[in-house]
């Protein structure tokens, strides 16, 4: 270009290769003199002195981070990106994320508490998104979780001294172990305060002085527990490697498929262990119909650990904030779990939660036909989110900005006319015959 006289490139796409990337000094050396304004270089950790040195004037700019410390300190240092004086980061940072859904949930919840209250029958209230969350049980004591909780189970078998606790009701559904299963149904209740709980709590054996495994043989019978409740979504945010028992693991398959046949999605984490070939429950039990969820990076990319091939979309799963009543959980949510991925599963069952809730404040028995090819019809859904705004196609960060973001957005105009108008536009969106739900059903 250089060569043919061009001066000035405005809008700079590349797509770098992972293994064989090019370096700092050649992006320097191809960027400088162009006076591009908007950059968008698909390679990690391009250092800041490249990017201030090649591309001073740029106004747009998006990022790619592998979670680098030194990157990141590179970045927000005084000599970094802050010398951009006409820079627009265009990825939003995860509290970013978490922000526009509780905006689109209280959106959601407000729509249906008009309708709910217009209708005196509550029989002829729009059904509840039920979500079986099978973990280590929920703090039923907190006022939040309490409401929204339909039923539990406890299939727990641990003795009282394993617990270090005099609380009598130890083994009950609404005593959360360790902590884990409570965050995980704030995070759900987060995204979809509309939802319906159901809790199962799991079985532990110890493994070790201090550590506990959970038992297959008690996730599969909450998995059938959740399916005798006929729930929506399971949320599994946890993974264990495969028994050495055979007949236990036809048991849980079993259970997965049959949860499947229902119209039950099934959403699991991935292992923070790096990529398996297999061999890591409950997600290997039917991996074409479960929703693998891995954790994203400050930028959007998947986490390492994640086992990148495996995974079907990554959230937001570090440096998240999580209020319990008056107590903030923020850095100490990282403590009560293996990885990131088990937050960002419950995220993904909230985000589902509400797609769904949309569709049944809509249209309650289209809710219930949602079942038939239930997983293709979610899946489209999310992949809608991304494809819609022309993301790549192997993209698996779900940008929830482009379009729950943009609703709200575009809904400020109207708030004198109430929620409907941002319930309308999601519905519209999910149910067009170019976004998602709409294709299975016309």
Same mark, same amino acid.
């Given at each position: 270009?250089?060569d043919?006289?061009?001066?000035?490139?405005?809008?700079? /796409?590349?797509e770098?290769?992972?293994?064989?990337?090019?370096?700092?000094?050649?992006?320097?050396?191809?960027?400088?003199?162009?006076?591009?304004?908007?950059?968008?270089?698909?390679?990690?950790?391009?250092?800041?002195?490249?990017?201030?040195?090649?591309?001073?004037?740029?106004?747009?700019?998006?990022?790619?981070?592998?979670?680098?410390?030194?990157?990141?300190?590179?970045?927000?240092?005084?000599?970094?990106?802050?010398?951009?004086?006409?820079?627009?980061?265009?990825?939003?940072?995860?509290?970013?994320?978490?922000?526009?859904?509780?905006?689109?949930?209280?959106?959601?919840?407000?729509?249906?508490?008009?309708?709910?209250e217009?209708?005196?029958?509550?029989?002829?209230?729009?059904?509840?998104?039920k979500?079986?969350?099978i973990?280590?049980?929920?703090?039923?004591?907190?006022?939040?979780?309490?409401?929204?909780?339909?039923?539990?189970?406890?299939?727990s078998?641990?003795?009282?001294?394993?617990?270090?606790?005099?609380f009598?009701?130890?083994?009950?559904? /609404?005593?959360?172990?360790?902590?884990?299963?409570?965050?995980?149904?704030?995070?759900?209740?987060?995204?979809?305060?509309?939802?319906?709980?159901?809790?199962?709590?799991?079985?532990?054996?110890k493994?070790?002085?201090?550590?506990?495994?959970?038992?297959?043989?008690?996730?599969?019978?909450?998995?059938?527990?959740?399916?005798?409740?006929?729930?929506?979504?399971?949320?599994?945010s946890?993974?264990?490697?495969?028994?050495?028992?055979?007949g236990?693991?036809?048991?849980?398959?079993?259970?997965?498929n049959?949860?499947?046949?229902?119209?039950?999605?099934?959403?699991?984490?991935?292992?923070?262990?790096?990529?398996?070939?297999?061999g890591?429950y409950?997600?290997?039990?039917n991996?074409?119909?479960?929703?693998?969820?891995?954790?994203?990076?400050?930028?959007?990319?998947?986490?390492?650990?994640?086992?990148?091939?495996?995974?079907?979309?990554?959230?937001p799963?570090?440096?998240?904030?999580?209020?319990?009543?008056?107590?903030?959980?923020?850095?100490?949510?990282?403590n009560?779990?293996?990885?990131?991925?088990e937050?960002?599963?419950?995220?993904?069952?909230?985000?589902?939660?509400?797609i769904?809730?949309?569709?049944?404040?809509?249209?309650?028995?289209?809710?219930?036909?949602?079942?038939?090819?239930?997983?293709?019809?979610?899946?489209?859904?999310?992949?809608?989110?991304?494809?819609?705004?022309?993301?790549?196609?192997?993209?698996?960060?779900l940008?929830?900005?482009?379009?729950?973001?943009?609703?709200?957005k575009?809904d400020?105009?109207?708030?004198?006319?109430?929620?409907?108008h941002?319930?309308?536009?999601?519905?519209?969106?999910?149910?067009?015959?170019?976004?998602?739900?709409g294709?299975?059903?016309?």
């Open positions: 270009l250089r043919q006289g061009v001066t000035k490139i405005l809008h700079v /796409f590349v770098d290769q992972k293994h064989k990337s090019h370096r700092d000094e050649a992006i320097e050396w191809c960027l400088k003199h162009t006076g591009v304004e908007v950059l968008d270089w698909n390679r990690l950790d391009i250092d800041s002195a490249t990017i201030t040195n090649a591309a001073a004037g740029v106004r747009d700019l998006t990022l790619h981070c592998s979670g680098n410390n030194a990157v990141l300190r590179s970045w927000l240092s005084p000599k970094g990106l802050v010398e951009l004086e006409n820079v627009k980061l265009t990825n939003p940072a995860r509290r970013e994320w978490i922000q526009c859904m509780e905006k689109s949930a209280d959106f959601v919840r407000g729509y249906r508490e008009d309708m709910e217009e209708e005196d029958d509550p029989e002829k209230h729009p059904p509840r998104v979500v079986a969350l973990d280590d049980g929920v703090d039923g004591l907190n006022a939040d979780l309490s409401r929204i909780i339909a039923a539990g189970q406890t299939f078998k641990r003795e009282k001294h394993q617990y270090n606790s005099h009598k009701h130890y083994n009950s559904y /609404f005593k959360s172990t360790r902590g884990h299963g409570t965050i995980m149904a704030m995070l759900i209740r987060k995204i979809c305060p509309n939802v319906r709980l159901y809790v199962a709590k799991l079985n532990e054996e493994t070790g002085r201090n550590s506990f495994s959970i038992t297959a043989e008690s996730a599969v019978k909450a998995i059938w527990w959740a399916i005798e409740h006929e729930v929506h979504i399971i949320s599994m946890w993974t264990i490697s495969q028994p050495s028992d055979a236990t693991i036809q048991n849980l398959v079993k259970a997965i049959e949860a499947v046949e229902r119209g039950i999605l099934i959403f699991c984490s991935v292992s923070n262990q790096g990529p398996h070939d297999g890591m409950p997600a290997s039990c991996r074409s119909n479960s929703f693998l969820i891995g954790t994203a990076t400050i930028s959007g990319q998947a986490w390492r650990w994640n086992g990148a091939n495996e995974v079907d979309y990554i959230l799963g570090t440096d998240l904030e999580v209020r319990i009543g008056d107590e903030l959980f923020d850095s100490r949510l990282q009560l779990c293996e990885s990131g991925s937050l960002a599963t419950a995220l993904a069952s909230g985000l589902a939660a509400l769904m809730d949309c569709v049944a404040l809509n249209d309650a028995a289209e809710l219930e036909r949602m079942r038939d090819r239930a997983h293709m019809k979610v899946k489209m859904a999310f992949d809608s989110i991304n494809t819609w705004y022309n993301k790549r196609d192997d993209d698996k960060y940008r929830v900005w482009d379009t729950f973001g943009q609703a709200l575009d400020m105009l109207h708030l004198a006319d109430g929620y409907d941002v319930c309308e536009k999601l519905l519209i969106f999910f149910l067009s015959k170019r976004g998602s739900l294709q299975s059903y016309r």
